[in-house]
C-alpha cells in the first residue's frame, strides 16, 4: 500500500514526483507505430472531403455574401479577431467556391496522402474557416474533424499507407515520438469529449429517468429509422439509455485497462453506428469511431492490412510458380 | 525501451508544456460554457481565447444533454411582386439530400430556436431575446427573398411535439407549436 503524502520524506516525495515524470515520459514519448494515425488520416481525410462536397452544393448560402448569415454580422459575433475565417475575405460567389474547393482537394490529398503535411494544414484551415464563417450550421461532425485534423497536422501521419510512402519509400515509417504524440492527443481528446458529453448528460432529468432514447427516437426532425415501437419496452428504453450515459460518463477511465478497452469500444461501436443509423447523423458517427481508432493497437492494423497485403503477395507468386510449373510439365 | 532516450530533455520539455497547454485549450471551453459553468472557468479561458478561437476549440461538447427535446424547423412563406406565392419549410427532408445537406440546414432551427422563448415569457424577456435572435432571422429572410425573388417573408419557428411513449401506443398526436418570428421585406424608397 502507498504512503500517504504528508507521512513521505522529502525524499520520498522526490521520488513520487519522479514517478510522475518517468509516466508522463512514457505517456507521451515511447515511439509508437505511425499505422494507425494513417488510417485515422485514410479516414477523416475521406470524411472531410466529403463534408466539403456537401457544402459545395449550397456554398453561397453558406458562406456567400447574401447566404444565411451576412459575413459581416458573423465577422462581429466571432470573437475577434481571433475566430479568422478566409470566407470573410472571399468577395465573389467564385473565390467562395474557389476556397471550398482548396479545402476539398486538400481532404482527397490528405486521405491519398499525397503532400501529406501540406494537405493537413491546408485541410485544416479550411474546416476553421467553415466553423467560423457558418456557426449557426456546424455541429458535432465539425468538432471532431477539427479534434482529428490537429494531431494529423503534428504527427507522422503519411508515414504509411500514403502515396507520400511509396515516393519516399527511403523514408520508411518506423516507431516515432511524433506518432506516438499525435495518437495520445486523440486519446486523451476523445477521452475529454466523452467526460464532458457524459457530464452533460448528468445535468438531464430524462437520463437518469433512463428515456433519454425516446427523447431521441420519438423526435422526427431526427429520425432515419423508426424506433417508436420502443414505447411498448419501456424498460429496454431505460436499460440502453443508462448503458449509453454510465459508458460515456466511465469512458476515459475504462478506456486505458487492457481488460475493459475491448468492451469500450464495441460499445462505442454501437452507440455511433445506432445514431448514425437511426437518427441520420452518419458522418458524426464515423467520426466518432474514426476517433475510437487510436485505442486500437497497431499490431492489429499490421495484421489486417499488411497479413492482406502478404496474402495477396503470396497467392500471385503462387499463380506465377504454377505458371512456372505449367512450363516445365 | 527508455523514452528518455529518443528525444533530448530540453525538447521533452517544451514539447510537455506545449501539450498541457493545448490540452488545457480542449478542456477550458466546455468548462467555461455552454451554462451551468463556473466563474473560475471564465476567467481561466482569458488568456487561452485568441488560441481558441484561430483554431476552432471553442465546443461545448454536450451531444444531447442535458436532454433530447423537441425538434425545430422554420416555415417560411415569401410573396412575389406579381401576387405569387411560394412557401417551404427549413430543412426539408424531402429535397435536402444527401442526408448531411439537411443536417447543416436543420441546424439553423435548431440553434436559433434556442434563443427564442416560448410563448408566454415575460416581456422583458422577449424583448431582451429579440435582440439576439432578430438579427440572424433577419438574414435568413434576407437570403430567402433574394433566393425566391420574393417583396416580403413571414417566418415561422415550428416546435414539433415529442410525443410520449403513451402517446404513441394510443396513436395520439399533440400539436405542434407556432412561434411567429415576423413577416419581412425589402425597404421601399422613402423608408427609413
Given amino acids: 500500500m502507498s504512503e500517504p503524502l504528508e507521512n513521505r520524506s522529502p525524499a520520498g516525495i522526490n521520488a513520487w514526483l519522479h514517478d510522475w515524470a518517468t509516466g508522463w515520459n512514457h505517456f507521451w514519448f515511447t515511439p509508437a507505430d505511425p499505422l494507425p494515425l494513417a488510417v485515422i488520416r485514410i479516414a477523416a481525410g475521406l470524411l472531410l472531403a466529403w463534408s466539403m462536397a456537401v457544402w459545395l452544393l449550397d456554398v453561397d448560402a453558406f458562406f456567400g455574401e447574401g447566404g444565411w448569415q451576412q459575413p459581416y454580422k458573423v465577422w462581429r459575433s466571432n470573437d475577434q479577431p481571433w475566430q479568422w475565417s478566409w470566407y470573410f475575405a472571399a468577395a465573389s460567389p467564385t473565390g467562395t467556391r474557389v476556397l471550398c474547393g482548396i479545402t476539398l482537394i486538400a481532404a482527397v490529398l490528405l486521405a491519398i ?32 474533424l477539427g479534434l482529428l485534423l490537429i494531431p494529423l497536422m503534428i504527427g507522422p501521419a503519411g508515414a504509411t499507407l500514403s502515396v507520400d510512402s511509396l515516393l519516399f519509400a527511403g523514408r520508411g515509417a518506423a516507431p516515432s515520438v511524433r506518432a506516438a504524440i499525435a495518437i495520445r492527443l486523440v486519446q486523451v481528446q476523445l477521452c475529454i469529449v466523452y467526460l464532458f458529453s457524459g457530464c452533460g448528460k448528468l445535468l438531464g432529468a430524462s437520463w437518469w429517468e433512463g428515456t433519454a432514447l425516446w427523447g431521441a427516437a420519438a423526435n422526427v426532425q431526427y429520425r432515419t429509422l423508426d424506433l417508436t415501437w420502443l414505447a411498448r419496452h419501456p424498460l429496454l428504453t431505460n436499460a440502453i439509455t443508462l448503458t449509453t450515459l454510465f459508458w460515456e460518463v466511465a469512458y476515459a477511465a475504462l478506456v486505458w485497462p487492457r481488460l475493459t478497452r475491448p468492451l469500450v469500444l464495441a460499445m462505442a461501436v454501437a452507440v455511433h453506428l445506432g445514431i448514425g443509423l437511426a437518427m441520420g447523423m452518419m458522418e458524426f458517427g464515423l467520426a466518432m469511431m474514426v476517433a ?19 496474402s495477396s503477395r503470396s497467392d500471385s507468386a503462387h499463380s506465377v510458380s504454377q505458371a512456372t510449373l505449367k512450363v516445365v510439365s | 525501451m527508455d523514452p528518455r532516450s529518443f528525444w533530448p530533455r530540453w525538447l521533452r520539455i517544451i514539447v510537455s508544456v506545449a501539450i498541457a497547454v493545448y490540452l488545457l485549450a480542449v478542456v477550458l471551453p466546455p468548462l467555461a460554457g455552454p451554462p451551468p459553468a463556473s466563474l473560475l472557468a471564465n476567467q481561466l ?20 444533454a442535458p436532454n433530447p427535446g423537441p425538434g425545430h424547423s422554420f416555415r417560411w412563406t415569401v410573396q412575389r411582386p406579381d401576387g405569387t406565392h411560394a412557401s417551404g419549410t427549413i430543412p426539408d427532408a424531402a429535397t435536402d439530400w444527401p442526408r448531411l445537406l439537411y443536417h447543416r440546414r436543420f441546424m439553423l432551427p435548431e440553434k436559433i430556436s434556442a434563443l427564442v422563448p416560448l410563448p408566454g ?53 399533440g400539436e405542434d407549436l407556432a412561434i411567429p418570428l415576423g413577416t419581412y421585406a425589402w425597404p421601399q424608397k422613402g423608408d427609413r
Fill in chain 1, 113 to 144: 496522402g499525397l503532400a501529406t503535411p501540406l494537405a493537413a494544414i491546408v485541410a485544416f484551415a479550411g474546416l476553421v474557416s467553415a466553423v467560423n464563417r457558418a456557426p449557426l450550421n456546424v455541429f458535432g461532425l465539425d468538432d471532431m
Fill in chain 1, 292 to 310: 475510437n481508432l487510436a485505442f486500437v493497437p497497431a499490431t492489429w492494423f499490421r495484421a489486417i492490412v499488411f497479413r492482406r497485403a502478404e
Fill in chain 2, 45 to 64: 479561458i482569458q488568456p487561452f481565447r485568441p488560441f481558441i478561437g484561430a483554431v476552432a476549440l471553442g465546443h461545448g461538447y454536450r451531444f444531447f
Fill in chain 2, 121 to 173: 415569457a415575460p416581456p422583458e424577456v422577449v424583448a431582451e431575446a429579440k435582440r439576439e435572435w432578430q438579427p440572424l432571422v433577419k438574414d435568413l429572410a434576407a437570403h430567402l427573398l433574394t433566393r425566391e425573388g420574393g417583396s416580403r417573408i413571414k417566418l415561422v419557428l415550428v416546435e414539433h411535439y415529442l410525443p410520449l411513449p403513451e402517446e404513441v401506443i394510443e396513436g395520439r398526436a
